[in-house]
């Protein structure tokens, strides 16, 4: 077991980045087709095609997602992803072609680094070039190349991040992974303790983002300047509606280790992926769920860990 998301049998996953733009596009393939839900938590997100993903909604099945830097900007990776697909033959079947069904979500990182460099199409479609079912970077590379945590403040006193993916498999065979770009407002939490955020200026300290906010009794200025995007991926079957539900739950992990979380400034956003490989006679949604919060809280101290350690 790889113990992430490639741990889930059909998927790929590939990355491309700009290194001095600091920016870059993640793209999860799934060439058979995955039942997705989503769930939107911060205030401020950067989102396509989720209107789709409402279970009372008609397409079933995505063909992959797509999770980016370049705020808004960056969306235009989806069109490369598409490409690619319907290159490939992947996607839903209306007779003249293939329509490749491909959500996304981005986050905010134009202030890191140069501002006009995005994701576009061309990273997107290179990014699908490099996916594959057996190697997954980590740290600052793909949508997590322009990450960071701990915003308080400006630019200086924030900390770097990135993107990473930890899986867990219980013993009646079924899977729950997180991949998840972290790119927070607030600080990172393990065991209690700040392993990244907000500084002081001279970097030798964390100084408690949630703690100096409430002596401050007011909002920061940087209003939609983060987001911390991410994927839940099952073997498990799951429909429409449990998928959502599952992606829910899953923010209780980014509760766990990120504070504060869901704010005016994030535009927070997880998916929740199910390839439907093992089914339950039993209702599982609950325990997928718990599963998933506990992946994704792993994830996130993953994530700021692996990119600063480069």
């Given amino acids: 077991m790889k113990q992430n998301i490639l741990d889930i049998k059909g998927i790929l996953v590939g990355q491309a980045e700009n290194e001095i733009g600091k920016t870059g596009v993640t793209v999860v393939i799934v ?12 205030a401020a997100p950067g ?3 989720t209107d789709l993903l409402d279970p009372v909604n008609a397409m079933e099945k995505i063909n992959a997602v797509v999770l980016s830097g370049g705020s808004a900007f960056g969306l235009e990776a989806a069109s ?13 079947d209306v007779g003249c072609t ?6 996304q979500a981005v986050l905010f990182d134009l202030a890191y680094g140069d501002c006009h460099c995005r994701p576009d199409k061309n990273m997107a479609y290179t990014a699908c070039e490099n996916a594959n079912n057996e ?18 403040y400006d630019m200086e006193c ?40 907000t500084t002081n200026k001279e970097k030798t300290t964390f100084i408690d983002t949630e703690k100096t906010m409430l002596e401050m009794a007011s909002s920061p200025a940087f209003h939609g300047q983060n ?34 979380v869901h704010t005016q ?16 006679p039993k209702p599982i949604v609950d325990l997928i769920g718990t599963l998933a919060a506990r992946v994704t809280e792993q994830t996130v101290i993953r994530a700021v860990k692996k990119a600063n350690a480069q």
């Fill in 31 to 42: 060439p058979d087709g995955a039942v997705c839900g989503v769930d939107v938590r911060g």
């Fill in 47 to 49: 989102t396509r095609e």
């Fill in 80 to 92: 490369g992803v598409m490409q690619y697909l319907e290159e490939k033959r992947i996607g839903f």
């Fill in 98 to 103: 293939v329509v490749p069904i491909v959500p």
């Fill in 135 to 152: 190697t997954l970077k980590e740290g600052s590379v793909g949508a997590g190349c322009g990450a960071t945590v701990g915003k308080l």
């Fill in 158 to 197: 924030c900390t770097k991040s990135g993107i990473a993916s930890y899986s867990e498999t219980l013993e009646n065979g079924i899977t729950v992974s997180a991949l998840i770009a972290v790119n927070a407002f607030g600080d990172v939490i393990e065991n209690g303790k700040i392993i990244a955020g």
């Fill in 227 to 260: 987001t911390t995007i991410g994927i839940i991926a099952t073997n498990a079957t799951l429909t429409k509606a449990e998928a959502k539900k599952v992606a829910g739950m899953a923010h209780d992990g980014l509760a766990r280790a990120i504070r504060p």
């Fill in 265 to 280: 400034l994030d535009g927070d956003t997880i998916f929740c992926l199910s390839t439907g490989e093992i089914q339950s």
